[in-house]
Nanobody, 117 residues
Framework: QVQLVDSGGGLVQAGGSLNLSCAAS????????MGWYRQAPGKQRELVAH???????LYADSVKDRFTISRDNAKNTVYLQMNTLKPEDTAVYYC???????????WGQGTQVTVST
C-alpha cells in the first residue's frame, strides 16, 4: 500500500497561481501512474492530470495550457503547477497513485483550493 500526503492548497485570487505537491511513501515502483483528481461541491470527482513514470502526461481539457504536472521519481513526489487560476478551479484536489496496468488507486487526504473573483 502507498501512503500519500498532498499539500499546497489555499486561497488565491483569480489569475493567481498555486503549486500542489504529493509525496508518496511505501512501495512505489517504476510502473506507477500518479496525478490528481478534484471534486467541487455537488459535482463528481474528475481527473485533472496524470503522469506515468516515463513522463507522459494527460490533462483535462479545462486545465490544458494552465496546469503543468511533473514528477520526481527519486523523491516519489508529483507536483501540479497551477497558473491562471479561475473560480471554477475551486475544489478539493486529491492526489492518487496506482499501478499503470491495474487501476486500484491509493489516495491522499485532499487539499482545498479556493479561487476568489
Amino acid at each position: 500500500q502507498v501512503q500519500l500526503v498532498d499539500s499546497g492548497g489555499g486561497l488565491v485570487q483569480a489569475g493567481g497561481s498555486l503549486n500542489l505537491s504529493c509525496a508518496a511513501s511505501g512501495s512505489i515502483g517504476n510502473d506507477y501512474v500518479m496525478g490528481w483528481y478534484r471534486q467541487a461541491p455537488g459535482k463528481q470527482r474528475e481527473l485533472v492530470a496524470h503522469i506515468i513514470s516515463a513522463g507522459n502526461t494527460l490533462y483535462a481539457d479545462s486545465v490544458k495550457d494552465r496546469f503543468t504536472i511533473s514528477r520526481d521519481n527519486a523523491k516519489n513526489t508529483v507536483y501540479l503547477q497551477m497558473n491562471t487560476l479561475k473560480p471554477e478551479d475551486t475544489a478539493v484536489y486529491y492526489c492518487f497513485a496506482s499501478v499503470e496496468t491495474l487501476w486500484r488507486p491509493d489516495w491522499g487526504q485532499g487539499t482545498q483550493v479556493t479561487v476568489s473573483t
